[in-house]
């Protein structure tokens, strides 16, 4: 049972609700989550916005691939299962990739590099080194696109603390972060 409500789309706020039938018609459901931040317009409507400008950062790959790890070491099953998918479904990643991710580690050289940098900042939040940073950049990002590892990184942070603190029912096919990679 979910410590925090997950109403009907009935009972969302108005404010909300063009931005969940913005969500409807991008993926053609609304996730359990969307209705979890729809009790907050507000909080809905940057998270929202946030998506929406992290979705030209990176590339989907990478940011699913981060998604992935982040969900992993914070063992939040909701994002872990919604990424999963995402992952296999949106992003073409192959199965025995997503296991790398989770993991925190790419197939991809570059791609590691920025897998391997997001999970050093979730795990050390944020004290990282100057190798950690020569690192990603040494693989070919810019600092442009550091901070947009970054970015992508945080946004997981919230959704992953959201669904862990609410206990949202997931409605993804399930992954639990307790059956390691």
Known sequence: ????????????????????????????????????????????????????ALSKALDVKTRERIALAVAQINGCDYCLSAHTYLGLNLAR??????????????????????????????????????ADVKAVRDAGFSDGQIVEILAVTAENIFTNLLNIVAETEIDFPVVHAADAA
């Open 93 to 130: 990643i192959s199965p025995e990739e997503i296991t790398l991710n989770r993991r925190g580690e790419s197939g991809d050289a570059k791609a590691n590099a920025a897998v391997s940098f997001a999970g050093k900042v979730v795990r050390e939040r944020g004290h990282i080194t100057a």
């Open 1 to 52: 049972m979910p410590r925090l409500s997950i109403p009907a789309l009935d009972d969302v706020p108005d404010a909300s609700k063009p931005i969940l039938d913005a969500v409807h018609k991008q993926l053609g459901v609304i996730p359990n989550m969307y209705r979890l931040i729809a009790q907050s317009p507000a909080t809905l409507q940057g998270f929202a916005s946030n998506s929406a």
